[in-house]
């Protein structure tokens, strides 16, 4: 079952522009990371944060999460288009399983 | 180079064969996983294993089977009894040190195609 639902599904952006994206999930959770897949390919992990913590930067990337809200941001500053692909949320669930949300497309224009 | 491979890239299947898509990792994770990806779709688990010789059923198992039986190698077969088996497939490992920290690794994929 997917716990993790990002919003939107499709965004298009100028380069230079930033990207902003939202997880949300149902039930409690350990940590929630974020993967990035290219057209075509496999999964590349981008950031993990934990339940425990409120924010957290890696290079262009920040993400964010509200526990009591149950739902997490990516944004990505100054896009580029290499950054064109599907970000997809990932939530722990028992027994080292991850569950998915559909992702959200970002396109970057030139 | 460490990582996952998938093999084949592309494969087509006629009606009421089985195939068998392979997964290899070198990485020395205990975990492996398989995921089915349908088109604008998130990724959907098939069958998971934690160590050699045991594995579990994901939430779509059902005419899918595995074997585990090196740590290394991870194979699915899909089977005439899946109804709807086009689709990308996608293997994945993770170390499991930490219970909570399950980053997991992915393979390139294999897109099936039933003709």
């Known amino acids: 079952s997917q716990q993790g639902e990002e919003d939107p599904q499709a965004l298009s952006i100028q380069e230079g522009e930033n990207a902003t994206m939202n997880c949300s999930y149902k039930?409690?959770?350990?940590?929630l990371q974020w993967y990035r897949q290219n057209s075509g390919r496999g999964l590349v992990h981008l950031i993990l944060i934990r339940s425990n913590e409120r924010e957290k930067h890696s290079g262009r990337l920040r993400v964010t999460l509200d526990t009591s809200k149950k739902s997490s941001s990516l944004l990505i500053t100054a896009s580029r288009a290499a950054d064109t692909a599907s970000y997809f949320c990932?939530?722990?669930?028992?027994?080292?399983?991850?569950?998915f949300g559909a992702g959200t497309t970002v396109t970057v224009r030139a | 180079d460490g990582g996952i491979t998938q093999s084949p890239k592309y494969l087509f299947r006629k009606e009421g064969q089985n195939v068998t898509l392979s997964c290899e990792q070198n990485l020395n994770h205990d975990a492996m996983y398989w995921y089915r990806q349908d088109p604008g779709q998130g990724l959907r688990l098939i069958y998971y294993?934690?160590?050699?010789?045991?594995?579990q059923k994901g939430d779509i198992a059902e005419g899918y089977s595995v074997s585990r039986e090196k740590k290394e190698s991870f194979p699915l077969t899909v089977t005439s009894a899946q109804k709807n088996p086009t689709a990308f497939y996608l293997c994945?490992?993770?170390?499991?040190?930490?219970?909570?920290?399950?980053?997991?690794?992915f393979g390139p994929g294999t897109r099936l195609t039933v003709l």
């Open positions: 294993s934690q160590i050699v010789n045991d594995f």
């Open positions: 994945a490992s993770s170390p499991v040190q930490a219970r909570s920290y399950n980053e997991q690794f």
């Open positions: 990932a939530t722990d669930a028992q027994d080292y399983k991850l569950s």
């Open positions: 039930t409690s959770i350990n940590n």
